[in-house]
């Protein structure tokens, strides 16, 4: 048998090829022992079952492949939520949660009329949707996707965090939307150029295409979003999008250009451009 720190050795030199190869295995072994990871390094010295550095060194050698960390879990954390994941979504991200803070901070500048109706385009996990629904349990907060098996996954993760301002429809962005109006519509759309080389590597590579890619140049899908939304937005109503790094100044272009105001563009913890937002001014 071989103890806790000698399995997060081991499993560091086999992973050191990656990103983040110590954490990995404590992730890793956290989760075959379903412990925090903060026992690992209170319980050093505690050795593992055979079936647990079984199940801990076969976990290693997915992540080897390159199997992103959230599909072998089954879980990520986002905001203030754990979320279940899978193959048929994408993996939440942190510079995600950037598009949850400033789409908060600019509700709270703002005088909606009572409930607050949020709309999130292309849910997934229901990560953005479940963040602004926990944050504010007056709102009532829907969330679309075209994937079905999206639809129960964000369901499911309603369910698991205790959130019930939320709900989950099938639709390709808008379609199932008729006469609804929103206060504040927000989407992390697909917005990868068709042909980029960023989708060979890294945890890319094993999320669906469909939620990556939009199109020659990555902004068919925004383009789509912007075009409709003012359809479904109240008077001054709030758009916003999480996009590319190198996207900011196209989409507020495309924005300005349909009749929003006040658009400006945030850049997430790296300081690179990744949420635009503005208002529509009818």
């Known amino acids: 048998m071989i103890r806790i720190d000698e399995a997060l050795r081991s ?14 295995a404590k992730v890793l072994l956290a989760y075959v ?6 026992y690992l390094f209170t319980w050093p010295e505690k050795q593992l079952s055979s079936s647990q550095q079984s199940r801990f060194f076969a976990l290693v050698d997915r992540r080897l492949q390159g199997i992103p960390i959230a599909y072998l879990t089954g879980k990520r954390d986002f905001w203030s939520l754990v979320l279940t994941t899978s193959a048929h979504t994408l993996i939440p991200r942190p510079d995600t949660e950037v598009l949850v803070e400033q789409t908060l901070a600019h509700i709270r500048l703002c005088s909606f009329d009572s409930p607050l109706a949020l709309c999130d385009l292309g ?10 629904a926990s944050e504010l349990p007056n709102a009532r907060v829907t969330g679309v996707d075209v994937i079905p098996e999206a639809v129960a996954l964000a369901q499911q993760n309603a369910r698991l965090n205790n959130i019930t301002n939320a709900r989950f429809l099938q639709s390709s962005w808008f379609d199932a939307l ?3 109006r929103f206060h504040v519509i927000v989407s992390n ?12 590597l890294g945890d890319v590579r094993f999320e669906p295409v469909s939620a990556l890619t ?6 068919k899908d925004i383009r789509h979003i912007v075009r409709y939304a003012p359809d479904y937005l109240y008077d001054k109503g709030i758009l916003a999008f999480e996009h590319g790094f190198n996207q900011g100044e196209a989409v507020a272009t ?11 563009t945030v850049k997430d913890y790296a300081q690179l451009d990744r949420v635009t937002l503005g208002y529509w001014n009818s």
Do not use: H, W
């Open 189 to 200: 759309p697909p917005y990868i150029e068709a042909d980029s080389p960023f989708l060979a």
């Open 123 to 132: 849910t997934g996990t229901g990560a953005i949707a479940l963040a602004l």
């Open 33 to 38: 022992l379903d412990k925090p990871v903060t």
């Open 254 to 264: 495309l924005m300005r250009e349909r009749g929003f105001i006040q658009v400006q």
């Open 214 to 219: 939009s199109g020659k140049d990555g902004l």
């Open 178 to 180: 008729s006469n609804k």
């Open 11 to 24: 499993a560091a030199q086999t992973l050191k090829e990656g990103e983040s190869p110590a954490v990995d």
